[in-house]
């Protein structure tokens, strides 16, 4: 079956402690993202990936890091969480940019 | 200005009518236009894609795109209960960036 899975689904944590979110793909996609949702600010890139290796800052790229060692996976690395970084964030995946894309089920994070 | 503009609603339509959603973006560079609705607690699926100007159909969905007045909209026929959710219009930027539409959520009423 095609889908993009993150884990985990559900994380609470507390400042400063370094936390990964994992997503991989099983449809070769090239084009990978990170979203995450706030009530009333619709869905906004944090980074996206156009392929291995390549990578490029979306909107609120502020506390995050990526990497895309291989083109299946893409974590998404905070390294000293904050507060303001609680929030519901999705991985999603297409065949390449400007495609539609696939949405991980998303990961809802509670940074204390 | 947004980059990506939606009415936030909520749009009520009665269950058998047509609702409309629409979204106006600023980047006249921009290529690809996409709908996606999202369930509350679920992640976004997609409705429809649109690269060309004019109107793409789909069942009961019909996109249409004007790029010289940079909007895209979404029409829904014979709207069901089960079109109730939250409408998202994103629009990718030459391959790279997706911006995302902040949604318009629609209410069908039975």
């Known amino acids: 079956e095609a889908q993009v899975t993150q884990n985990p689904r559900y994380l609470i944590t507390v400042t400063g402690k370094k936390l990964t979110v994992t997503c991989s793909q099983n449809?070769?996609?090239?084009?990978m993202s990170w979203y995450r949702q706030d009530p009333g600010l619709g869905l906004r890139q944090i980074y996206y990936?156009?392929?291995?290796?390549?990578?490029d800052k979306g909107d609120v790229p502020e506390g995050y890091k990526v990497s895309r060692k291989e083109k299946r996976n893409f974590p998404l690395i905070l390294e000293s969480p904050s507060p303001n970084q609680t929030s519901l964030y999705f991985c999603?995946?297409?065949?390449?940019?400007?495609?539609?894309?696939?949405f991980g089920d998303g990961t809802r994070l509670s940074i204390l | 200005q947004k980059e990506v503009e939606q009415n936030s609603g909520p749009l009520s339509v009665p269950e058998g009518a047509i609702a409309s959603l629409n979204c106006t973006y600023s980047?006249?560079?921009?290529?690809?236009f996409f709908w996606y609705r999202q369930y509350s607690g679920k992640s976004p699926e997609l409705i429809m894609f649109?690269?060309?100007?004019g109107d793409k159909e789909d069942g009961r969905f019909t996109a249409q795109l004007n790029k010289a007045s940079q909007y895209v909209s979404l029409l829904i026929r014979d709207s069901q209960p089960s079109d109730s959710a939250t409408y998202l219009c994103?629009?990718?930027?030459?391959?790279?960036?997706?911006?995302f539409g902040a949604g318009t959520r629609l209410f069908v009423k039975a």
């Open positions: 999603a995946s297409s065949l390449s940019g400007g495609q539609p894309q696939h």
């Open positions: 449809m070769n996609h090239e084009y």
């Open positions: 990936s156009m392929n291995v290796e390549v990578t």
């Open positions: 980047d006249r560079g921009s290529q690809s």
């Open positions: 649109i690269y060309s100007n």
């Open positions: 994103a629009v990718n930027k030459r391959g790279f960036k997706t911006i």
